[in-house]
Nanobody
């Protein structure tokens, strides 16, 4: 059973950089064909895909967030990390990590593409 666990600061100030980490257990982040996404859900809004890192370490980002986003990984710790810079209150959301499969023809922005999810971590941007 694969498990994902997000961690990070609950409250950050505007203009700061947020670092969130997803720790994976029960499966390796370099398992062939798997990719690992960050997804968020602002209050009262739809889920928004942020980006992913694949089993090879390649990354793909949502164009709307690309300029402020970086995803990296540490295979020795079986973790991957989201960096989101220059945050504003509009970045307030529950942030999730999830696992997808690159053999699927679906979009990484679609909820049904993911078989395992973390429970989510709240990030609030406020001064």
């Amino acid at each position: 059973q694969v498990q994902l666990q997000e961690s990070g600061p609950g409250l950050v100030k505007p203009s700061q950089t947020v670092y969130l980490t997803c720790t994976v257990s029960g499966g390796s982040i370099d398992t062939i064909y798997k990719y690992w996404s960050w997804i968020r859900q602002p209050p009262g809004k739809e889920m928004e895909w942020i980006g992913y890192i694949s089993y090879t370490g390649s990354t793909v980002y949502n164009p709307s967030l690309k300029s402020r986003t970086s995803i990296s990984r540490d295979t020795s710790k079986n973790q991957f990390t989201l960096l989101l810079s220059s945050v504003t209150p509009e970045d307030t959301a529950v942030y999730y990590c999830a696992r997808g499969d690159m053999r699927s023809s679906g979009s990484p922005s679609a909820r049904e593409e993911y078989d395992y999810w973390g429970q989510g971590t709240q990030v609030t941007v406020s001064s």
